[in-house]
Every structure is written in C-alpha cells, then in structure tokens.
C-alpha cells in the first residue's frame, strides 16, 4: 500500500487524504440513508403492524386422538390494519353448538340434498377470512349458483392447527354423524408434521431471527422505532428467513421414509377405506404454500409426492398450484407475516374445487 | 437461506476488492457515490413486491 500523503499545508493535525475521502464517503453514506429514508416514508412503504387476536375458538378434546377441537358457540375477532393508525378491518369467526365453523346444522341431512363435508386445518377452517369467504363457502356458493334448488350444504370442520391424522380421527368419530355425500380433505404443506413425530429439521437461522423478531427489545427496537426502512429492511429479511426455513423444514416431511408421511398416507388409506365401505366418495384438496420461489410455489416438490402417493392409491387429487399462475401470490396472503390466504384466494380456490367436483360428477350433474 | 448467505458473502468478497482498487486510485470519488447509491439499491431491493415500485424500476433499469 502507498503511503499516505498530508495535505496541502503538511500541518500536523491536518487530515490526510486518506481521512478526507473516508469523511466523504461516511458523509454521503449518510445522505443516502436520510434519501432512502424519505423515500420510505413519503411513500408509506413500511410494512403492516401484526394483527391483534381476541376470543378463542378451540378447546381441549376428551378424545386422545383429536387432542384439541373447536369449542361449540365461541367467535375469534381478528383486527387488521394496513398500517399504524389506519381504519381496522375486522374479521370474525364463528363456531356453531356443533363446532362447526359457520351457521347452525342439523345433524340429519336434508331429504334431496346435498351434503358435503370439508375436512382440514386453519386453511380450511377459514383463519383471518370473515363468514362466508372460506373456501367451503365459496364452494358452496358456486354450487348454489350451478344446482339452482336443490339444497347444498358444505359443512367445515376445519380445525386450526390440525394434521391428517386428526383430520381422519375427526371423520371417523364425528362427521360420519352427519352423513355427508361427499368428503374432501384439505391438505396442506406442513400436515406431515404430526404431534409426536420428530420434525426433520433442517437448523433454522436463530441468530437472525432472534434479531429481526419484532418482539425483541434493545437496541434493534429503538432503531426499528425510529427509522422505518430498518423496520421495512428488517421486517423483509426476517419474512424471508422464516419462510424460506418453512418451505424447506416442510418439504423434507415428505421424504419417502419421514415417519410423519408415512403416518398420514396409512390415514389417509383409512379414511379412503372407511368411505368406500359406505360408498361415499373422498377427494384430497392440496392448498398451496402462498410463497413463489424461482418461478414455483413454495408447496411444489412436496405436492408432486402427494400426487403420485394419491395416483397410486387412486385418490382423487386435486392441485391448486395451476389456479395461481401468474399471480401476485404475496398479495394473496393475510399479512406478510402470515402465511394464510386471503378472501380473494379462498375464492379462487372455493370456484375450483365446485369445477372439479362437477368435471368428477361428484355433484350430480 | 444459508445458501443466499454464502453467495452474498461472495459478492461482498468481490465488492470490496473493487471498493479497494477504486480507493487507491485516481477514481476514489467513486466510493463515496457508491455509498450514496447503496441505501437507495436497498430500497429497491426492498420495494421489489411493491405494486408502486414496478413502474419506475422498469423505466430505470
């Protein structure tokens, strides 16, 4: 390295060239900043805060198998803004006195009609989405349209946080009761992951999260605070992290020899058995993971394995993936931070699934 | 993620190489025009799913 020169008046004490370049680098390093920073704010680019959550809607089950269930008669309140300060939108959620998500139902079916029992988790059940936009009641409503008269009921027993396995210790212990003319099962990317099943982790980057988590305090909550591209720079890199992370951890249950897959197809063999002995037809609903990576959804590599688990169990199977080409999916989610679909996915999924039902001759016509 | 890691770490080996030469030479006013731009890179890389982005990311680049 060459030597540094003094400047001009070759004073001690004056700055070298050195430090008068390094001055003006930090100074327009730090115009910048204040640049971006005005830019974020004039254009409101930071990101929503977390919605707030009141009332619970599940309660401890008697039965082992379920572990928990929806507690009959109670309403979750779901308040979301777009930013800190701006109109709320609020959301509720239902439970009828049978822990069904929705208007009350009488456990006999009604003579003509038809019924249609929608099994899963919070993607089924409809969490963040207000009565009447889960993909069970769009679904019910495009077969309204389509069927004219004749009664339709879509019954939704989703349950938020519930895997396959309960999903079919459900069909067995409770909607059987009821019925239905036709059962689907909503599957989802992380129903492999069952209680009590070892999870094949692969290491989530802690230190990152734990620093980019907007419940940590200290020094990162008192810059978030005050500038709001470290709140949008950090909000972004933590979503990604943790997405990312999910996608994967997610993906690797679907391994050939991942006991949690191997669980949910001895299950979902059970539940195919169990209808078919009572010749009700049984379709599996793949919802897909609402994040885009390299061009395909976060779900794809894990959905093809169901697929072909499905082909060889001659499982009717339908893939959601096709229905969200080309679109926005990040726009399609609650929050940025959540990973549930919006009204407007629920509806593109809800119309789908009526098409598929019709094109299957599920609907009678 | 760690695989995004590695390769930014990468890149940041290669931008400081170049951010070194820069400074030593005749061209060291460039560094402080890369410090000015860097924020403003970060806001892109960051406003990329903003609808209200698109339209000026593409006039620009």
Redesign the interface.
Known sequence: MRPERRGESGAPGDWSRGQRRALISAAALALGLVGAELVVRVLDLTPPPLPTVEGRVFTQSGDARLRFENLPGSMQRITYRSSVGARAHVVEAHVNSRGLRGPEVELAKPPGGLRIACLGDSHTFGYGVAEGESWPDVLRQSLQADLGSQAIEVLNFGVNAFDTEQEVAQLELRVLDYSPDLVLIGFYLNDTALRGVAPDEQALPGFWVRLLDRRRGGWIAWLRKRSMLAELAADECYRRIVFDYYARSRSAGFAPDYPGWIRVQAALRRAQDLLGRRGVPVGLVLIPFLIRDEGELGSHAAFEVVQEFCASARLPCLDLEAEFEGLDVDSLRLHPQDYHATAQAHRIIGVRVADWLAERGWTGR | ??N??RRISGGLKTAGELIRSM??GPY?WL???V??????A??FV??Q?????APFVYVLF
């Not at chain 2, 410090?35 to 403003?40: C, G, T, W």
């Not at chain 2, 799913?49 to 982005?53: F, N």
């Open positions: 993620m760690n995004s890691f400074w030593r060291w560094v402080p025009l410090m000015f731009l860097l924020p403003a970060l806001v960051l406003m799913a903003s609808p209200l982005a």
